[in-house]
């Protein structure tokens, strides 16, 4: 028998330096599958998965290590990493083979045999979080993540994944983000100043302002609503820095960086870098584009990088931090006896939070689909992980109401959310209703995708922005439900300012009832469909010009 605790301990030394391959080596030529610790089959694992990019054949080489690990002592804590492994590896292989036949069963099974087991083992729980991540399940993400919160031993990660899943929770009030705002302030790091150079600003008459993102790249909606700003600032009152946290960049980076007047990438400065070098920029004005969402970074601005700091756009809500001093909405997002609710001082911009740039193609007013089908055909391009079952559940009420009536969705690129989706609507009835189309690889085969749709169907409570603005400038009214606070009322505001509160639902029933008699009044809703083209264009929406001078008003006022 060989002395395996004294191959766990030079294998792990080895693994810390870093030499896998020796790691790999040393394990399989030692001993036999039979003979492995839990802790040698996580380690021979990790090492096969660190040496080789990622490999289908190897993260199943792996992924069968980590399951005999499991399997072997259960319930240990070296079995539970490698059950945490496991699955974090088929996660990853699911995501590199997109064809990949594998629906979770496994998973489930071991989980539920050593549940009490991980309860407060945090790699478990964000495991089960990707897992339910690719299932578009939120209340489940929320159960985990919750639970790597109890735990105590959570980053600023775990923080901003928890807060942001909530924004799915249609139970939690703006009271809940509020007061969890606070909590997530209270546990992210402060640094000490003696670390960090002191805040300044560059003398002058312009006004420095920086916009920080991890998304400024092909294909990301934040850029439609970016570009709008960086379009349309008068350079003789202000400087712009792009800041950018992503090491990708591709074309759509390198035009916005002609747009503004300096550019730099910190995505790979640790915060105390970062806060530096960001200080050392002396802005007036920093504007986050991410807030709880994409590669955050809000320990930077919980120690202050600027004079003032602001969040827009990323993440439509509050985000606790004593030191985010402005959040930019609008009147119908944040009414004014809800500000106590957000810990940022609210910017109301004169009529809508946020403009389009609209798209470089030619605009053509479509018929309604209905007028050659003989039936109405319902759509919702939103994320998935906003069709939750309460969604679901109403538009199945729609599907069955209204006679022969179809519902297109645009599939993401995650095969078993489809399924779930499918199932969700099976149980329903009305899956023979539902058309799923894949993402166009060209984006004007995209937005020809609308030419198919009659009425867009807003998502709640989390409503769709870019999608919806997508659907307008194609001339498709989309219909939403009235919110509770900033992130569930995007739709609301988009509606009013088009003039269009008709297309408001006050609540489920209203949003059933309304659908129903658009499709029995054909003659109003033609009338909606033809205003909506021929206004679209000269609402707040799309006025770039207009919503720019207010915006940057709005930060002088800051400054000033």
């Known amino acids: 028998m060989k002395n395996i605790q004294k191959l766990e301990i030079k294998a792990a030394e080895l693994f810390k330096s870093r030499q ?3 790691v790999v080596f040393e394990i399989t030529s030692e001993t036999r599958e039979e003979e492995r610790s839990a802790f040698l089959c996580n380690l021979l694992g990790l090492s096969k998965n660190a040496n080789n990019n990622k490999n289908k054949d190897v993260l199943i080489s792996a992924i069968k290590d980590f ?30 083979e997109k064809n990949y036949d594998f629906d979770f069963t496994e998973i489930f099974d071991f989980y539920q045999l050593s549940e009490k087991y991980c309860l407060n083992h945090r790699p478990i729980n964000l495991a089960m979080a990707m897992v339910y991540r690719r299932l578009n399940d939120a209340k489940k993400c929320v159960f985990h993540f919750s639970r790597v919160i109890d735990t105590k031993k959570f980053n600023s990660v775990d923080l901003c994944n928890y807060g942001y899943w909530r924004c799915f929770d249609k139970e939690w009030a703006q009271l809940d983000f509020y007061n969890y705002g606070k909590f997530v302030d209270e546990n992210l790091k402060v640094i ?24 400024i790249i092909e294909g990301h909606s934040v850029t439609y609503f970016l570009k709008t700003i960086l379009s349309n600032y008068d350079k ?46 002396k802005l007036d004005i920093i504007i986050d584009l991410m807030g709880y969402t ?4 809000l320990e930077l601005f919980k120690n202050r990088i600027a004079k003032k700091q602001v969040i827009w756009m990323g993440y439509c809500n509050t985000t606790g931090l004593k030191n985010m001093d402005y959040i930019i909405s609008d009147k119908n997002l944040i009414y004014s006896n809800e500000e106590k609710f957000y810990s940022e001082k609210v910017i109301y911009l004169p009529k809508i939070w946020n403009t389009h740039c609209g798209f470089d193609f030619e605009r053509r007013e479509n018929p ?14 939103n994320n998935f992980d906003k069709i939750n079952t309460d969604v679901i559940f109403i538009w199945s009420k729609i599907l069955k109401k209204i006679e022969n009536s179809k519902l297109i969705l645009k599939t993401s690129s995650k095969k078993l959310a489809i399924k779930r989706i499918q199932e969700l609507f099976e149980k329903d009835n009305v899956l023979e209703s539902i058309k799923f189309i894949d993402r166009a690889e060209k984006f004007k085969d995209h937005l020809d995708n609308y030419r198919q749709i009659d009425i867009a169907l807003d998502t709640f409570p989390y409503n769709g922005v ?34 269009m509160e008709q297309l408001i639902a006050k609540d489920e029933d209203d949003y059933i009832e309304k659908v129903v008699n658009l499709t029995n009044n054909i003659d109003d809703y033609l009338k909606i469909r033809k205003s909506l083209f021929s206004n679209a264009m000269k ?7 207009d919503f720019s001078k207010s915006f940057f008003e709005s930060l002088r006022k800051i400054v000033q």
């Open 20 to 22: 896998y391959s020796q």
């Open 67 to 96: 399951k005999y690990g499991y399997l072997k002592e259960k319930n240990t804590i070296h079995a539970i990493d490698a059950l945490s492994n496991f699955i974090t590896h088929n996660v990853f292989l699911i995501d590199l």
């Open 192 to 215: 000490p100043e003696n670390l960090l150079v002191e805040i300044s600003q560059k003398p002058g008459q312009k006004i420095r302002i920086g916009f920080l993102s991890a998304d």
């Open 236 to 281: 003789k009152f202000f400087e712009i820095v792009l800041l950018l946290n992503s090491p990708k960049e591709d074309q759509l980076t390198e035009h916005f960086k002609g747009l503004v007047d300096e550019t730099i990438n910190i995505s790979k400065l640790n915060n105390v870098d970062a806060i530096n070098q960001t200080r050392e920029l």
């Open 294 to 297: 994409s590669y955050q970074r």
């Open 368 to 381: 309604p689909p209905f007028t050659k089908n003989k039936y109405f055909t319902f759509g919702s391009f």
């Open 466 to 499: 870019t999608t919806s603005f997508e659907a307008i400038w194609m001339g498709v009214p989309v219909l939403t439900m009235a919110g509770y606070n900033f992130n569930s009322r995007c739709g609301e505001s988009i509606n009013k300012n088009l003039n």
């Open 539 to 545: 609402s707040p929406l799309f006025n770039t010009e």
